[in-house]
């Protein structure tokens, strides 16, 4: 499935200098620069669950000074086209798909939430077009089911002709109290003649078990990890157990990094054994003043930890 992109960066004016992005309209980096010199490689952005590409519309556009930058909608989310298959490696084979497409490969990916888990699937299934990794407040593990609820009310949002965003909010206020995230849930509700659900809702509660899940690789399955106790917050780790498994040519040895939200659950220490035998180089940071929602909590400290991991040369 080729996805919906968002896509800025420098530009390269005659001269051969970055000559900036004119009026704010996303423009597209060359592949090499005047003197032959390769440039970095694209970077990917991938959102999380219920969430879009325009959602890292802050960190794009810092990004975007020095890096070519693409943000994905993925299946079910956005403009992207709706499927019912919403496993990690599809959504994966998705990413390389539309990234093989936009000659955008090898690419440095960036996922937050689902999206980190879809990063981590695309580097274990082609280490060869991924040429650095970073995943955002989330571990190769299965969650407790935490999500069904934020489903159910989205769908008896009543969906009639006058529908309004004050109306949706306060349908959706009993089983999400956070006023942010109810903001955050309705950009995906189109107001109109009919109104509806941008994203592929249906399909979405469908697959929970696959999004809340992990399909690693086949001889990393036994490794799984159960985290009980995981809320719409974050997630604790009660009783997360790992069970020996063998991760021989279901690894990926590049540069990696793991960030969390100083609030967040969502990645323990308990996840490391499992982490480090699939990506190796894997390495540990953790934003201040940050829940799961990290890159909008604090985009300044998020992006700071973005812009040095992109900058440090490639493990040997």
Known sequence: MI??????????NPSGTPGGIPNGTP???????????????????????????????????????????????????????????????????????????LGALPAALIGHSMGGKVAMRAALLRPDAVERLLVA???????????????????????????TRA?????LLASV???????????????????GWRIGL????????????????????????????ATHEGATHEGATYEGATYEGATYAGRTLFVAGET?????????PVIRMLFPAARFVTVKRAGHWLHADNPAGFLAVVEAFLSAPQVQ
């Open 167 to 171: 109306a949706a909010d306060a349908a």
């Open 264 to 272: 967040s659950g969502y990645i323990s220490r308990e996840d490391r």
């Open 3 to 12: 996805l919906h992109a968002i896509e800025a960066g420098p530009t390269l």
């Open 137 to 163: 407040d989330i571990a190769p593990v299965v969650y407790r089911p935490h999500n069904q609820p934020i489903v159910d009310a989205m769908l008896r949002v009543p969906l009639h002709d006058g529908l």
């Open 177 to 195: 109290p956070e006023a942010s995230v109810r903001a955050f849930l309705l950009q995906n509700l189109r107001l109109g003649t009919p109104p």
């Open 202 to 229: 249906d399909e979405i509660e469908a697959a929970m078990a696959d999004i809340e899940g992990w399909d690693g690789p086949a001889d990393a399955t036994s490794a799984r990890a159960t985290h009980e106790g």
């Open 27 to 101: 423009s597209v980096r060359t592949s090499g620069s005047p003197n032959g010199m390769p440039v970095a490689p694209p970077l990917v952005l991938l959102h999380g669950l219920f969430g879009q590409a325009r959602n890292f519309g802050q960190i794009q556009r810092a990004l975007a000074q020095r890096w070519r930058v693409l943000a994905l909608d993925l299946r079910n989310h956005g403009a992207s086209p709706h499927a019912p298959d919403m496993r990690y490696a599809t959504m994966a084979e998705d990413v390389l798909e539309t990234l093989a497409a």
